[in-house]
Nanobody, 124 residues
Framework: QLQLVESGGGLVQTGGSLRLSCTAS????????LAWFRQAPGKEREGVSI???????NYARSVMGRFTISRDDPQNTMFLQMSALEPEDTAIYYC??????????????????WGQGTQVTISS
Protein backbone atom coordinates (compact mmCIF):
# COMPACT_ATOMS: atom_id res chain seq x y z
CA GLN A 1 0.00 0.00 0.00
CA LEU A 2 1.41 3.38 -1.03
CA GLN A 3 1.59 5.96 1.74
CA LEU A 4 2.25 9.63 1.02
CA VAL A 5 3.66 12.28 3.35
CA GLU A 6 3.92 15.96 2.43
CA SER A 7 6.41 18.38 3.92
CA GLY A 8 7.84 21.83 3.29
CA GLY A 9 4.83 24.00 3.97
CA GLY A 10 5.06 27.15 6.03
CA LEU A 11 4.47 30.88 6.28
CA VAL A 12 6.14 33.17 3.75
CA GLN A 13 5.63 36.70 2.52
CA THR A 14 4.17 37.63 -0.84
CA GLY A 15 6.75 37.08 -3.53
CA GLY A 16 8.56 34.41 -1.58
CA SER A 17 9.27 30.79 -2.42
CA LEU A 18 8.64 27.36 -0.94
CA ARG A 19 9.51 23.85 -1.98
CA LEU A 20 7.05 21.13 -1.10
CA SER A 21 8.02 17.48 -0.99
CA CYS A 22 5.86 14.38 -1.14
CA THR A 23 7.61 11.22 0.00
CA ALA A 24 6.12 7.83 -0.69
CA SER A 25 6.62 4.61 1.19
CA UNK A 26 5.41 1.08 0.70
CA UNK A 27 5.73 0.87 -3.08
CA UNK A 28 7.97 2.51 -5.67
CA UNK A 29 6.42 5.57 -7.28
CA UNK A 30 7.74 4.75 -10.76
CA UNK A 31 4.40 3.32 -11.94
CA UNK A 32 2.26 6.04 -10.34
CA UNK A 33 0.77 9.19 -11.79
CA LEU A 34 1.41 11.95 -9.25
CA ALA A 35 -0.27 15.26 -8.55
CA TRP A 36 -0.52 18.23 -6.26
CA PHE A 37 -3.86 19.60 -5.16
CA ARG A 38 -4.78 22.38 -2.78
CA GLN A 39 -7.78 23.41 -0.77
CA ALA A 40 -8.35 26.85 0.66
CA PRO A 41 -10.88 27.50 3.46
CA GLY A 42 -14.42 27.41 2.12
CA LYS A 43 -13.32 26.30 -1.34
CA GLU A 44 -13.27 23.01 -3.21
CA ARG A 45 -10.08 21.04 -3.69
CA GLU A 46 -8.41 22.13 -6.92
CA GLY A 47 -5.69 20.67 -9.06
CA VAL A 48 -2.38 22.52 -9.00
CA SER A 49 -0.06 20.34 -11.05
CA ILE A 50 0.27 16.80 -12.36
CA UNK A 51 3.11 14.67 -13.63
CA UNK A 52 2.94 11.37 -15.49
CA UNK A 53 5.25 8.40 -15.16
CA UNK A 54 6.96 9.65 -18.30
CA UNK A 55 7.58 13.08 -16.80
CA UNK A 56 4.94 15.00 -18.72
CA UNK A 57 3.55 17.78 -16.56
CA ASN A 58 0.65 20.19 -16.55
CA TYR A 59 -0.33 23.11 -14.40
CA ALA A 60 -3.37 25.08 -13.38
CA ARG A 61 -3.47 28.43 -15.14
CA SER A 62 -3.24 30.25 -11.83
CA VAL A 63 0.21 28.78 -11.09
CA MET A 64 1.67 28.43 -14.57
CA GLY A 65 5.08 30.03 -14.80
CA ARG A 66 5.41 30.21 -11.01
CA PHE A 67 5.29 26.56 -9.91
CA THR A 68 7.38 23.63 -11.12
CA ILE A 69 6.57 19.99 -10.47
CA SER A 70 9.20 17.27 -10.57
CA ARG A 71 9.64 13.67 -9.49
CA ASP A 72 12.58 11.58 -8.30
CA ASP A 73 11.38 8.00 -8.50
CA PRO A 74 14.59 6.40 -7.14
CA GLN A 75 13.97 8.49 -4.02
CA ASN A 76 10.18 7.94 -4.16
CA THR A 77 9.71 11.67 -3.91
CA MET A 78 7.80 14.37 -5.78
CA PHE A 79 8.44 18.08 -5.47
CA LEU A 80 6.59 21.31 -6.06
CA GLN A 81 8.83 24.35 -6.34
CA MET A 82 6.69 27.42 -5.76
CA SER A 83 7.89 30.94 -6.43
CA ALA A 84 6.36 34.42 -6.69
CA LEU A 85 3.84 33.29 -4.11
CA GLU A 86 0.64 35.26 -3.67
CA PRO A 87 -1.89 35.39 -0.83
CA GLU A 88 -4.26 33.50 -3.13
CA ASP A 89 -1.90 30.53 -2.95
CA THR A 90 -2.73 30.09 0.73
CA ALA A 91 -4.19 26.61 1.20
CA ILE A 92 -3.54 23.13 2.43
CA TYR A 93 -1.51 21.36 -0.25
CA TYR A 94 -2.02 17.64 -0.82
CA CYS A 95 -0.14 15.15 -2.93
CA UNK A 96 -2.01 12.37 -4.65
CA UNK A 97 -1.18 9.24 -6.63
CA UNK A 98 -2.72 6.57 -8.79
CA UNK A 99 -0.98 3.56 -10.27
CA UNK A 100 -1.28 4.37 -13.96
CA UNK A 101 1.34 4.59 -16.69
CA UNK A 102 1.58 7.53 -19.06
CA UNK A 103 -1.40 9.63 -18.02
CA UNK A 104 -2.53 11.89 -15.20
CA UNK A 105 -5.43 14.21 -14.60
CA UNK A 106 -6.44 17.27 -12.61
CA UNK A 107 -9.58 15.47 -11.41
CA UNK A 108 -9.15 14.67 -7.70
CA UNK A 109 -11.67 11.81 -7.92
CA UNK A 110 -9.28 9.93 -10.21
CA UNK A 111 -6.66 9.50 -7.47
CA UNK A 112 -6.82 6.81 -4.82
CA UNK A 113 -3.84 7.65 -2.64
CA TRP A 114 -3.59 10.89 -0.69
CA GLY A 115 -1.25 12.49 1.78
CA GLN A 116 -2.41 14.27 4.91
CA GLY A 117 -1.61 17.75 3.58
CA THR A 118 0.76 20.56 4.45
CA GLN A 119 -0.29 24.14 5.20
CA VAL A 120 1.02 26.94 3.01
CA THR A 121 0.27 30.48 4.17
CA ILE A 122 1.26 33.58 2.22
CA SER A 123 1.15 36.88 4.06
CA SER A 124 0.47 40.13 2.23
Amino acid sequence: QLQLVESGGGLVQTGGSLRLSCTASGISTETFALAWFRQAPGKEREGVSIITTGGTSNYARSVMGRFTISRDDPQNTMFLQMSALEPEDTAIYYCAARQKLGIATMNPDWYDHWGQGTQVTISS
